[in-house]
């Protein structure tokens, strides 16, 4: 580092730099001790290069702080699924259904009331819900698991000895979701209110 070295420097890139020196003086001691040759070799005139054996100086690793984004909590992550359920609700009393003890009710209410709920959930499912068979085969056909198959897909149940492919009968087709249409929940709204209160005035 020369004398010269600094003519090249504007006037606010030097005062930026005595900012900085300023305060990594203050809290550094290391820094602060690197600096003085420099200082008293300027002060008396002489300074052309560093003091032999003076330190180096350095540019210290700050400490970076890695602020992790706050989880949201449960009722806003899983708000799409309990919007679902307020849909159920809604269309099909779905909730109402399932809190309710059946045992205490005839065949019949069951029933009738099962019907009422069929209907709204169906509706639900098949406005937001594009579904499809995982098997395309009807449920008792003889089929063939490949080898590779994907187990998230095809779940097998019975004698499972061996290795594929295998050959069963179709217990059931599955179903995947094709295309999900949610609609976007108003962060204004509170997604643990699955259906208000209700109440009549007189």
Not at 92 to 106: S, Y
Not at 166 to 172: D, I, W
Request: glycine share 6%; proline share 9%; aromatic share 8%.
């Amino acid at each position: 580092m020369t004398a010269d070295s600094s003519a090249s420097l504007s006037f606010f890139a030097r005062f930026w730099l005595a900012w900085l020196c300023f305060w990594r003086c203050l809290v550094s001691r290391d820094f602060a001790q690197a600096v003085l040759p420099a200082s008293r070799a300027y002060d008396s005139g002489t300074l052309k290069e560093l003091p032999a054996g003076a330190p180096a100086l350095q540019k210290e690793a700050l400490p970076v702080t890695v602020v992790a984004p706050a989880a949201p909590p449960p009722e806003k992550e899983h708000a799409s699924a309990l919007g679902l359920l307020g849909m159920l609700q809604r269309e099909g009393r779905f909730l109402d259904f399932v809190q309710e003890n059946v045992a205490a009710f005839p065949d019949a209410d069951v029933g009738a009331a099962a019907r009422i709920v069929h209907e709204g959930c169906r509706k639900v499912v098949h406005q937001y819900l594009t579904l499809q068979p995982v098997l395309p085969e009807g449920e008792g056909a003889r089929v063939t698991v490949p080898a590779g198959f994907d187990a998230q897909r095809i779940r097998l149940t019975g004698n499972v000895a061996g290795e594929p492919p295998f050959a069963g009968t179709l217990r059931h087709h599955g179903w995947v979701t094709t295309e999900v249409k949610f609609p976007a929940v108003s962060p204004a709204m509170d997604p643990r209110v699955l259906a208000p209160a209700e109440v009549e005035l007189a």
